[in-house]
């Protein structure tokens, strides 16, 4: 099929909302009032990313009310226009936007939360050099040690979440304190600590901080064995070689075809089912440094670096997701270039909205006719490859491997 007759054949199609659509990144928890439309959404689930030290506490609220649960796993792979209501997926991390509000207190030589160090940690963290009084409207910086242990907590408070919102950010600049007029002009409804129309400062984060507020987040997620959520804008090398710190020397090894072939049919001569792909998987099952799988978020990299994504030796596994709002605002011909250069079970889809209800939902429909477009896949097709991808994003190979219920009870 070619491209312009999938376009018009999907653009035609009823949408089969009851196959299930799965938002992979998303921010309801940025307009709290907006809880009361996820009922309503005909989408199945959404992964909802904390941001900050503000968010935190409410994607946890949120979770409480409409998290996936034991109990309630089944529904993610049921099809079914009743009896599938719509589940949130809790992620909860600090993005590279807030990073600056960290000290790493594992390293005695840098600036605390003292008094006195406050204005020496912001000082070196921003560039260039922030003034006194741009200091003096910056939060009391927290320790990163605090930090890891309350998203420690919030993970194993919800099994089924993940970690993100994380990142780095080369292009992103702090806003200016609120100032009297601001604060007249404020949206009551927002979740506090965003930008909320300010004007930008010329300060930025220093890549150094970003990068080690990632990798210790990375750490963590590798530890529990979760799954991350990962922001990338203006820094695609440095993201790939912050992730790679992670994993070095736990790389697995590519055997040759011939190599393969041997060890394979040596297996089979001692009628040892076990392959080695299976001994590096159970190997590596318990805690490491690295994450097992990770998402780069409205992935705007050029189509050429998914090569490095993609290295068999990689023992995490790479997803790449994809929104209207971030990735397709103008129809984008490199965005379409990427997306069909993705391996179709690599590919994941969002809306990355700051709101649930039902603009929510037409986004997410938007970028799922797009995909199915480009890839050349009927609705119907596409969304059940979809689903399966992030379920298997969600849950690991777990997922192919075990029925639902074996699933609900590990």
């Keep these: 099929m070619s491209d312009a007759k999938g376009e018009t054949d999907t653009a035609k199609e009823a949408f089969p909302w009851h196959l299930g659509l799965y938002d992979a990144h998303c921010h309801p928890t940025d307009t709290i009032a907006s809880q009361d439309d996820i009922p309503k959404m005909k989408a199945r689930v959404l992964t909802i990313m904390a941001t900050r030290g503000e968010d935190q506490d409410i994607v946890r609220q949120f979770a409480k009310k409409y998290g996936v649960r034991r109990e309630t796993i089944r529904s993610l792979s049921c099809e079914g226009d009743n009896g599938c209501p719509t589940q949130l997926v809790p992620a909860f991390g600090w993005h590279p936007w807030f990073s600056h509000q960290i000290f790493d ?124 959520s990962v922001h990338g804008v203006a820094a695609h090398g440095i993201v790939f070689e912050t992730l790679k710190e992670t994993w070095q020397g736990h790389e697995r090894q590519v055997l040759s075809k011939r190599e393969r072939k041997r060890r394979t049919s040596a297996a089979n001569a001692r009628a040892n089912p076990a392959t080695s792909d299976e001994k590096e998987r159970d190997k590596a099952s318990g805690p490491q440094p690295y994450p097992p799988r990770i998402c780069l978020h409205s992935y705007s990299g050029p189509a050429d670096q998914l090569k490095q994504y993609l290295d068999p030796s990689i023992p995490a596994t790479i997803y790449f997701s994809f929104s209207r709002l971030i990735n397709f605002s103008n129809r984008s011909e490199k965005a379409k270039e990427v997306v069909k250069a993705v391996p179709n079970d690599r590919i994941l889809i969002e809306s990355d909205r700051h709101s649930a209800g039902d603009e929510m939902d037409r986004l997410l429909e938007d970028i799922t006719r797009l995909v199915c477009e480009i890839k050349g896949w009927s609705l119907a097709e596409g969304m059940k490859l979809l689903a399966n991808n992030y379920r298997n994003f969600l849950l690991g190979e777990q997922s192919l491997e075990q029925p639902w219920s074996d699933i609900c009870e590990n």
């Design 105 to 228: 207190d594992s390293n005695p030589s840098c600036p605390g939360s003292e008094i006195d160090d406050t204005a020496r940690h912001y000082k070196a963290v921003l560039t260039p050099s922030p003034d006194d009084d741009f200091i003096s409207s910056l939060p009391k910086p927290r320790p990163l040690s605090g930090l890891l242990d309350q998203l420690r907590e919030s993970l194993q408070s919800f099994p089924y979440s993940l970690v993100g919102e994380v990142g780095i950010d080369r292009s992103f600049r702090l806003p200016y304190h609120w100032t009297a007029d601001d604060e007249t002009k404020r949206n009551e409804s927002l979740t506090p600590g965003g930008r909320e129309g300010r004007r930008l400062t010329p300060y930025r984060v220093q890549i150094d901080h970003q990068c080690k507020i990632l990798k210790a987040q990375l750490n963590l997620a590798g530890e529990l064995g979760r799954p991350v």
